[in-house]
């Protein structure tokens, strides 16, 4: 692979950015550009380097995470903030997602799934930990939307269509929906296509943005 996804790394401990690192730079797509200490940090950075991806820790003294990142995707909305941390809460993880991030991993994650994580977002998906993705799906597929005269729009989707849903919201690829589901790539667009088009969504972010700014998914449990 040719192009390199730039990487930026926003976390106040050093061990932390030290290990990312080392892991991230034996990638043969990816090349650290730039580190910061502090969300006010992170944002000055962001504008100075323009990075692909940004891996944002949401503990961080004085600016945290998550107001951090709503600055950087009003600033630099090309640039995909993927939080990292130790956090796992239903409230953490979508206040991250509401302030523009594009996917959200957990420290204690495997090394291989936070580099798929990585790819997955500097391609413009969004990459939801299993954990939380199951949760988010099961809501999203349960409620129908609060919009005035609109229709709810999850009931008019096949079962198959719902299972695309729930795999793309995952941050599946095409080819890997398919093997999970014995049909064609090509078959899988088709649906991804009708489904969104039913939806009036355009790609794996909307499906999220979406699913919040219609209060699909409550913050509180």
């Not at 200490?37 to 323009?50: D, F, K």
């Not at 692909?52 to 951090?68: C, K, Q, R, S, T």
Request: hydrophobic letters at 40%; charged letters at 30%.
């Amino acid at each position: 692979m040719t192009d390199q996804i730039r990487l930026l790394l926003a976390d106040d401990h050093a061990v932390v950015r030290s290990g990312l690192r080392m892991l991230l730079e034996a990638q043969p797509d990816m090349t650290i550009i730039g580190e910061a200490e502090t969300g006010q940090e992170a944002i000055r950075r962001v504008a100075e380097l323009s990075p692909d991806v940004v891996l944002m820790d949401i503990e961080m003294p004085g600016m945290n995470g998550i107001e951090a990142t709503r600055r950087i995707k009003a600033s630099a909305p090309a640039a995909a903030v993927l939080a990292l941390t130790m956090y796992e809460d239903d409230q953490y993880f979508f206040e991250m997602l509401r302030a523009g991030a594009s996917g959200y991993v957990p420290k204690r994650a495997a090394p291989d799934e936070l580099v798929s994580a990585i790819r997955a977002v500097s391609r413009g998906e969004v990459f939801l930990y299993p954990s939380l993705a199951g949760r988010l799906v099961q809501d999203y597929l349960r409620r129908g939307p609060t919009g005035e005269g609109e229709p709810p729009d999850d009931e008019t989707l096949t079962p198959r269509e719902q299972e695309v849903l729930t795999h793309i919201a995952e941050g599946l690829s095409n080819n890997e929906i398919a093997d999970r589901l014995v049909i064609s790539a090509k078959t899988v667009d088709r649906h991804r296509e009708n489904m969104m088009r039913k939806l009036n969504l355009h790609n794996r972010v909307d499906l999220v943005k979406y699913a919040l700014r219609k209060g699909l998914i409550g913050l509180e449990e």
